[in-house]
């Protein structure tokens, strides 16, 4: 019988959390305990010179499909694999929202003997981050509209142009658009309002990009909330929030601990999701693993055109960090997807498929070289697929220069990736890799976006609707022009069309609009038609959960 993810978190040995920070040379006392499985690290851990000295390996994928790729399951099981053959490495992962976990996708703490425990709670709530960055979010909300209602003391913003809106963390697209202020004076002014899902808050990408307390507050008071009537920008500071907003942070900045199934040290810190936001675990995050591991893997949601070009051009550039090495996780199954397949024959064999498929894979193997990284490819291995398509797969990118290596961490954790992770240390140890950024922030926003469209997803142009012209001026006019540009568009192909699956061609992108993220540190053109509220599918999972009596969950994924 094949246990299911849920099953086999719950038949794990886990070992107190005090055990695995032991290992990691982390004292009793500096650990602040979330139960007996779960605690959050001191920030005075930080070890610059430790982080200067180890190996930073970013996971990424090929563009997602409804099958699935496995990235989360992959950094788990690279990270046990290269404790198997002997070094010290540790995961660094993003924390899963509510959103997917009760909708379609699921929780995201890998899967089958690659997870990190206690899986069920890294599901649900964890140790309170997201509800903290709710919080925080909501009281600048609050203030906004307790300063429009008062008569003293008032900013005179003009409520048509306020850009900040409250937060969930659950899909429900009955709020994305509502009016607020209903019921008459004392119940606030009216106007139209709505909600984002909880990783969709600029509160969350500014956790996720803060390096301190101080820098957590100012990037809190750059947060841009709307204008007044005389078209003057008003920021988060001008309403006295960063201070309170901050305190409400105080322990969501510091990193959590846990462990993956095999029990090596895992941290889990931030969830931006990578189609609207930069969709990377915090700084602190990666750098507190650094911290305390020769080798820290680490993930970028979605496909490597948004997750891992957001790392490397945004994140690395404010963090001083450079990945070592940069994984390309990419299943059979996935590739028959981008070759044709329905989802019907996504089991079945068909080199056919798989040959035509292949041209994804490829557009993102060149697009990582373009970052000076000579990525390894991770084929993560299911039963359905033949030895002729897998063949064919590892052929094509040693043509390419890459080395593809089957990884089975889904059926035998640790042991199922130590090809990989010998092929991972080989290329760092030749010092082949040279990472650079894309693109100089210095450039114009329209250039930027240009380089990112025309070198990353292979547009032939990019156009501008009048919208978005106007966001640009707006954008100079607020001297954030010299900010990297954060891409907001359908993770399901290189357009900004999601039915252009594949590799696609002789196509443009169309920027919609603009958002202005200058607390995080950048600008985000909106691409299509792109949702930063979800909602629930038609049979939502949640309907499949449950918990008995003696508190045993099922139905979790």
Same mark, same amino acid.
Request: net charge neutral.
């Given at each position: 019988?094949?246990?299911?993810?849920? $099953?086999?978190?719950?038949?794990?040995?886990?070992?107190?959390?005090?055990?695995?920070?032991?290992?990691? @040379?982390?004292?009793?006392?500096?650990?602040?305990?979330?139960?007996?499985?779960?605690?959050?690290?001191?920030?005075?851990?930080?070890?610059?010179?430790?982080?200067?000295?180890?190996?930073?390996?970013?996971?990424?994928?090929?563009?997602?499909?409804?099958?699935?790729?496995?990235?989360?399951?992959?950094?788990? =099981?690279?990270?046990?694999? &290269?404790?198997?053959?002997?070094?010290?490495?540790? +995961? %660094?992962?993003?924390?899963?929202? &509510?959103?997917?976990?009760?909708?379609?996708?699921?929780?995201?703490? @890998?899967?089958?003997?690659?997870?990190?425990?206690?899986?069920?709670?890294?599901?649900?709530?964890?140790?309170?981050?997201?509800?903290?960055?709710?919080? %925080?979010?909501?009281?600048?909300?609050?203030?906004?509209?307790?300063?429009?209602?008062?008569?003293?003391?008032?900013?005179?913003?003009?409520?048509?142009?306020?850009?900040?809106?409250?937060?969930?963390?659950?899909?429900?697209?009955?709020?994305?658009?509502?009016?607020?202020?209903?019921?008459?004076?004392?119940? =606030?002014?009216?106007?139209?309002?709505?909600?984002? #899902?909880?990783? %969709?808050?600029?509160?969350? !990408?500014?956790?996720?990009?803060?390096?301190?307390? $101080?820098?957590?507050?100012?990037? *809190?008071?750059?947060?841009?909330?709307?204008?007044?009537?005389?078209?003057?920008?008003?920021?988060?500071?001008?309403?006295?929030?960063?201070?309170?907003?901050?305190?409400?942070?105080?322990?969501?900045?510091?990193?959590?601990?846990?462990?993956?199934?095999?029990?090596?040290?895992?941290?889990?810190?931030?969830?931006?999701?990578?189609?609207?936001?930069?969709?990377?675990?915090?700084?602190?995050?990666?750098?507190?693993?650094?911290?305390?591991?020769?080798?820290?893997?680490?993930?970028?949601?979605?496909?490597?055109?948004?997750?891992?070009?957001?790392?490397?051009?945004?994140?690395?550039?404010?963090?001083?960090?450079?990945?070592?090495?940069?994984?390309?996780?990419?299943?059979?199954?996935?590739?028959?997807?981008?070759?044709?397949?329905?989802?019907?024959?996504?089991?079945?064999?068909?080199?056919?498929?798989?040959?035509?498929?292949?041209?994804?894979?490829?557009?993102?193997?060149?697009?990582?070289?373009?970052?000076?990284?000579?990525?390894?490819?991770?084929?993560?291995?299911?039963?359905?697929?033949?030895? +002729?398509?897998?063949?064919?797969?590892? %052929?094509?990118?040693?043509?390419?220069?890459?080395?593809?290596?089957?990884?089975?961490?889904?059926?035998? =954790?640790?042991?199922?990736?130590?090809?990989?992770?010998?092929?991972?240390?080989?290329? #760092?140890?030749?010092?082949?890799?040279?990472?650079?950024? &894309?693109?100089?922030?210095?450039?114009?926003?329209?250039?930027?976006?240009?380089? #990112?469209?025309?070198?990353?997803? =292979? !547009?032939?142009?990019?156009?501008?609707?009048?919208?978005? *012209?106007?966001?640009?001026?707006?954008?100079?006019?607020?001297?954030?022009?010299?900010?990297?540009?954060?891409?907001?568009?359908?993770?399901?192909?290189?357009?900004?069309?999601?039915?252009?699956?594949?590799?696609?061609?002789?196509?443009?992108?169309?920027?919609?609009?603009?958002?202005?993220? +200058?607390?995080?540190?950048?600008?985000?053109?909106?691409?299509?038609?792109?949702?930063?509220?979800?909602?629930?599918?038609?049979?939502?999972?949640?309907?499949?959960?449950?918990?008995?009596?003696?508190?045993?969950?099922?139905?979790?994924?």
């Amino acid at each position: 019988m094949v246990l299911s993810d849920l $099953e086999i978190a719950q038949q794990a040995a886990i070992q107190p959390i005090k055990q695995i920070a032991a290992k990691l @040379g982390i004292a009793e006392d500096d650990l602040e305990f979330y139960g007996k499985y779960k605690a959050k690290l001191p920030l005075q851990l930080l070890n610059p010179e430790r982080i200067r000295q180890s190996k930073l390996i970013l996971v990424s994928a090929i563009s997602p499909t409804p099958a699935g790729e496995g990235k989360t399951t992959t950094t788990v =099981g690279l990270t046990d694999g &290269l404790n198997k053959i002997g070094k010290h490495a540790m +995961a %660094a992962l993003r924390e899963p929202s &509510l959103g997917p976990v009760f909708g379609i996708k699921g929780g995201a703490a @890998g899967g089958g003997y690659a997870q990190v425990i206690p899986m069920e709670d890294i599901n649900l709530h964890f140790t309170g981050d997201f509800a903290a960055i709710e919080k %925080a979010n909501n009281l600048l909300a609050a203030l906004i509209d307790n300063n429009i209602q008062n008569k003293t003391n008032n900013l005179n913003i003009d409520p048509r142009t306020i850009v900040w809106k409250r937060v969930m963390d659950m899909n429900d697209r009955s709020l994305r658009r509502i009016v607020v202020g209903l019921g008459g004076t004392a119940n =606030g002014i009216p106007r139209e309002d709505g909600f984002n #899902i909880t990783p %969709a808050s600029e509160v969350m !990408a500014i956790l996720c990009m803060s390096q301190s307390i $101080e820098d957590l507050k100012r990037r *809190l008071g750059n947060i841009l909330v709307g204008f007044t009537f005389e078209k003057t920008p008003v920021y988060a500071r001008d309403l006295k929030a960063e201070g309170a907003m901050a305190l409400l942070l105080k322990d969501a900045i510091k990193p959590n601990l846990v462990q993956t199934l095999e029990g090596n040290g895992a941290i889990i810190h931030g969830g931006p999701f990578a189609n609207i936001a930069q969709g990377t675990n915090t700084i602190l995050a990666t750098k507190m693993a650094l911290s305390l591991a020769d080798y820290v893997v680490t993930e970028a949601g979605f496909g490597a055109d948004l997750g891992a070009e957001k790392f490397m051009d945004i994140k690395c550039g404010y963090a001083g960090l450079a990945p070592h090495a940069l994984v390309l996780v990419a299943t059979i199954r996935a590739l028959r997807h981008h070759g044709g397949a329905k989802k019907a024959e996504y089991s079945t064999p068909n080199l056919d498929y798989v040959q035509k498929g292949f041209a994804n894979l490829e557009k993102h193997i060149e697009n990582c070289k373009k970052f000076g990284l000579t990525p390894v490819v991770a084929l993560n291995s299911f039963a359905t697929d033949s030895k +002729a398509e897998v063949d064919f797969v590892v %052929a094509r990118c040693a043509e390419m220069g890459v080395k593809a290596v089957l990884s089975e961490c889904w059926a035998k =954790g640790g042991n199922g990736t130590m090809a990989l992770a010998e092929a991972v240390v080989a290329t #760092i140890e030749s010092g082949e890799n040279k990472f650079k950024q &894309l693109y100089d922030w210095k450039l114009p926003v329209e250039e930027k976006i240009n380089v #990112i469209a025309k070198e990353i997803y =292979g !547009a032939d142009s990019v156009k501008f609707t009048p919208q978005a *012209l106007s966001g640009l001026k707006t954008i100079k006019a607020l001297g954030f022009d010299q900010l990297p540009v954060c891409m907001a568009k359908t993770q399901k192909s290189f357009s900004d069309d999601e039915t252009k699956i594949g590799r696609p061609s002789n196509f443009s992108i169309t920027v919609r609009e603009f958002e202005y993220a +200058a607390g995080a540190g950048f600008v985000i053109p909106i691409l299509g038609e792109m949702m930063r509220m979800p909602g629930l599918p038609v049979i939502p999972a949640s309907e499949g959960m449950d918990i008995d009596a003696e508190g045993q969950i099922s139905g979790l994924s």
